[in-house]
């Protein structure tokens, strides 16, 4: 299989990609899979039952309304935030859904959502499964999916291949691992982002991956514009408030440029992480990257990059974003980037090495040093557990993403003060993750049924 820059990349909505993105996503696609075998006018409702960590922290991360929205045929990436109340307050009043206008379906929440919360579907703890059902209560067709972070979808049987971009063909430049990536730049004397833009030139030609880079860039610009207006507290029963608008209003006092005080750049990176963070949790449009628990990082780390960094351009923005691409899907093919299956080192962590290894190509080091920073990032997140309070995505997850901006970019300047030579490889690290993920208990895997989760008091 091979992934696209644009998989690990997508603009979509919050709080999650695994609990909000993915579930639509299967929703929609067993809504294709009705139609195609010719079951609309026999199809009287739909039966949905969430799993694992679906039905733990479901309802705090909307997987109930996902569902509900791609049973409309809504695509994450389509889908207007300010529209979804009253879409499904209509579904509410009506008790019915209307697919694709080419199929009315009746719909009670009690009853045609089911949450099992002591099953788990065998392939992964972020299992759902559909049944179609004909007026009389008969089956007229069962699928099961797996949302497996990023907004990935995995049908039971096969890889979803409506939603991953799959060529059976060799990419010009094909790596398993980050050692033979490194050694294809070495053999080839190109930097990892330009391997990058030669294999995606496998699906695009080199101005439209430019635009879809470009159109990624300014979907992260305009989800911090929209974070740092929007003051007042964020939806969920922990009435947790803003913090990105205040502490925006009290920078923007003072020039980015005007550092008396020399950590204020600090303050600014936190502020762009919590941005994006806080329109994620309020389920406002963000790009997964490489899932929505930890969006806020590469955009934070990018505009650290764009404002900050002397003579930044638009190509190392793309260059940024190709190179983390290459990281993300080292750790999406060899280990996970599901918190539901190792925790938030899966999310945080990975999202924190990418950005490491995108800042570093963006500033000139060399493949080697890029290598270096990315697993330093990795390196001191591993363990690193995600047990949201309430199930929602905002305690630990929306501080986390402001600390593994900065974990970041002190790994590139760690990694730029080394000449690349270094004893932990990205492989070895990646490897660790998995196995550390796979030791860990489930209780701390995005159930809620651990640390922060039960013992803090939710008010």
């Known amino acids: 299989m091979a ?7 997508k603009i979509g909505i919050g709080p999650s990609s695994s609990h909000t993105v993915g579930p639509m996503r299967a929703a929609n696609m067993f809504i294709a899979q009705v139609m195609s075998h010719n079951l609309a006018d026999k199809t009287h409702s739909i039966v949905t039952e969430l799993y694992g960590s679906l039905s733990h922290t479901g309802r705090g991360h909307g997987t109930d309304k996902a569902i509900i929205l791609g049973l409309l045929g809504e695509e994450p990436d ?37 949450w099992h919360k002591r099953k788990k579907l065998p392939l992964h703890s972020n299992g759902m499964q559909f049944t179609a059902l004909d007026k009389n209560g008969d089956e007229l067709l069962r699928k099961a999916y797996y949302s497996v972070g990023g907004g990935f979808i995995l049908a039971h049987s096969h890889l979803a291949k409506e939603h991953i971009m799959e060529d059976d063909s060799e990419l010009p430049y094909k790596f398993t691992s980050g ?80 550092l008396s ?79 539901a299956e190792v925790g938030c080192q899966g999310e945080v962590g990975v999202a924190s090495s990418m950005a490491a290894a995108g800042l570093a190509a963006a500033l000139h080091l060399s493949p080697d040093e890029v290598e270096n920073a990315a697993e330093i990032a990795m390196e001191h997140n591993l363990g690193l557990t995600c047990d949201p309070i309430g199930g929602l995505v905002q305690i630990p997850c929306i501080e986390r993403n402001a600390m593994g901006s900065i974990k970041s970019i002190n790994a590139v300047r760690m990694a730029d003060r080394n000449d690349g030579a270094h004893t932990v490889s990205l492989d070895k690290v990646i490897k660790t993750m998995k196995e550390t993920g796979d030791d860990m208990k489930e209780h701390y895997k995005e159930t809620s049924r651990g640390g922060l989760a039960v013992n803090i008091i939710e008010c």
């Open 3 to 9: 992934v696209s820059v644009f998989d690990l990349f």
């Open 78 to 114: 389509q889908v207007d935030p300010d529209a979804i109340p009253g879409m499904l307050e209509q579904v509410d009043v009506e008790q019915q859904i209307k697919a694709n206008d080419q199929l009315t379906l009746v719909f009670k929440n009690k009853v045609h959502l089911k």
């Open 179 to 258: 050692d033979e990536l490194i050694e294809l730049c070495h053999e080839h004397d190109m930097t990892i982002a330009q391997i990058m833009y030669v294999n995606e030139e496998k699906w695009h030609d080199r101005t439209q991956i430019d635009a879809k880079l470009d159109e990624i860039w300014q979907a992260m610009e305009s989800c911090v514009q929209r974070g740092i207006k929007a003051d007042g507290v964020l939806p969920g029963g922990l009435k947790v408030a803003r913090r990105a608008p205040k502490i925006f209003r009290d920078l923007d006092k003072r020039s980015e440029k005007d």
């Open 261 to 339: 005080d020399p950590l204020t750049v600090l303050d600014w990176i936190n502020m762009y992480a919590l941005a994006v963070s806080e329109e994620n949790a309020a389920g406002g449009r963000v790009v997964t990257a490489p899932t929505n628990g930890a969006a806020g990082i590469i955009p934070a780390v990018l505009h650290y990059y764009k404002e900050f960094v002397p003579d930044s351009t638009q190509q190392g923005i793309r260059d940024f974003l190709l190179t983390a691409a290459a990281v993300g899907i080292l750790y999406k093919t060899k280990a996970s980037i599901s918190g």
